[in-house]
């Protein structure tokens, strides 16, 4: 007897056009502040604004989109403290999954950083701060992926997850750091391929994603209300 065969069900319009707008939210191209006109979005989607208003209201309710009087729909700008916050915490905890990673990097793991690494400054000349951030995670992934510690290590991981909902990459707002990050990505190699001690790994790898943060709270300060990309 033949099998039954298990169709799944139809996806609604509401959902599809959901998960249209959060990949283009989560990966960028509608970056903080971008407006989601209704009846534009329904056209480039083929549908009706009304799955396309469900949609919004539930990004909004999850904290990814704002609406404002007489401004409509926008996706949400970034919160300064909560990513203050955000790369404090992860600078002392991935600090300290790296250092405890070190020892056991493997020679393999250590050249694929190498060559992450490459492929971060090759970036620089035609500057794309997607796919820097995307890279950049790669990286720092390579680094502390043999934390023995998996309390550490999932803290780690949540506080990445927490940028990528922030969905900020500070190198669009200061493309200057972005050659020093790779700069401070050598040396950190160089420590632990020299067996630098625990604590001078540590602070290296602290330190690094601190200066990412001050350089963006110093881009704030001489910026403090950058413009808002447009739709067009």
């Known amino acids: ?5 298990v169709v799944a069900p139809p996806v609604g319009k509401a959902q599809r056009a959901y998960d249209w707008l959060k990949t283009r939210i989560n990966g960028g191209t509608f970056g903080p502040g971008y ?7 329904g ?10 208003r469900e949609a919004i209201r539930r990004l909004e309710a999850e904290g990814l989109v704002t609406f404002t009087r007489n401004v409509g729909a926008q996706v949400a700008m ?13 600078g ?3 600090g300290a999954a790296t250092a405890l990673s070190a020892p056991l990097l493997t020679a393999d793991a250590l050249a694929r950083a190498r060559h992450i690494n490459a492929d971060l400054a090759e970036t620089l000349a035609h500057f794309d701060p997607i796919r820097f951030t995307a890279l950049n995670r790669e990286f720092h992934a390579e680094l502390y992926s043999t934390c023995p510690n998996p309390h550490i290590l999932d803290l ?7 940028l990528t909902v922030l969905r900020e990459s500070t190198f669009g707002f200061v493309p200057g750091r972005a ?14 391929e020299q067996g630098a ?11 690094h994603r601190l200066a990412t943060l001050e350089a963006f709270l110093a881009s704030r300060a001489s910026n403090p209300q950058p413009a808002r990309p447009d739709n067009t």
């Open 1 to 5: 007897m033949a099998a039954e065969t």
């Open 35 to 41: 407006r989601l006109v209704l009846d534009q979005i």
């Open 43 to 52: 056209r480039e989607i083929a549908m009706s604004p009304v799955p396309v």
């Open 78 to 90: 970034l919160d300064p403290i909560e990513y203050q916050h955000t790369m404090q915490t992860l």
């Open 92 to 94: 002392l905890l991935e």
């Open 156 to 162: 780690v991981h949540r506080g990445w997850n927490r």
């Open 179 to 192: 050659a020093e990050s790779v700069a401070e990505h050598s040396h950190l190699l160089d420590l632990i």
């Open 197 to 207: 001690s625990p604590l001078e790994i540590e602070l290296a790898a602290r330190n």
